[in-house]
């Protein structure tokens, strides 16, 4: 499978979850909850994107020709800015709880995306 395939899939596995979300969310949980859940998958997925694009520039025909540095700074940088862009969020009365399951959102469709393609592979054989 294509790393863009993949990527795809795994979008639309992550939009799923977070529409699901919101829709319990917006009935079980108060609007501040489903916002802090909202902005924390928005956050997450955002910094995973611009990832994948960064590990992706390294490589051409297969071959790694970039700074392994590079990866690594960028990455620190990204992780410092989601970290002041949380703290001025949870002074301006986000709810940490939603924010923190908002963050859990990609993890949750790695894992759904896995459970999948196995289930897929298993079938093939």
Do not use: E
Request: aromatic fraction near 16%.
């Amino acid at each position: 499978m294509q790393w863009s395939d993949a990527y795809r899939k795994l979008t639309l596995i992550n939009l799923c979850i977070i529409l699901v979300g919101i829709l319990l969310l917006n009935q079980l949980a108060s609007p501040v909850f489903t916002f802090s859940f909202l902005i924390g998958a928005f956050l997450v997925l955002l910094n995973f994107h611009f990832l994948q694009r960064k590990i992706r520039s390294l490589f051409k025909d297969k071959y790694f020709v970039g700074n392994q540095f590079s990866v690594v700074l960028s990455f620190y940088f990204r992780l410092a800015i989601i970290g002041i862009i949380v703290y001025i969020l949870l002074g301006k009365g986000i709810d940490p709880l939603g924010l923190l399951i908002g963050m859990s959102v990609l993890s949750m469709g790695i894992l759904a995306f896995g459970i999948i393609f196995g289930i897929k592979i298993y079938k093939r054989s």
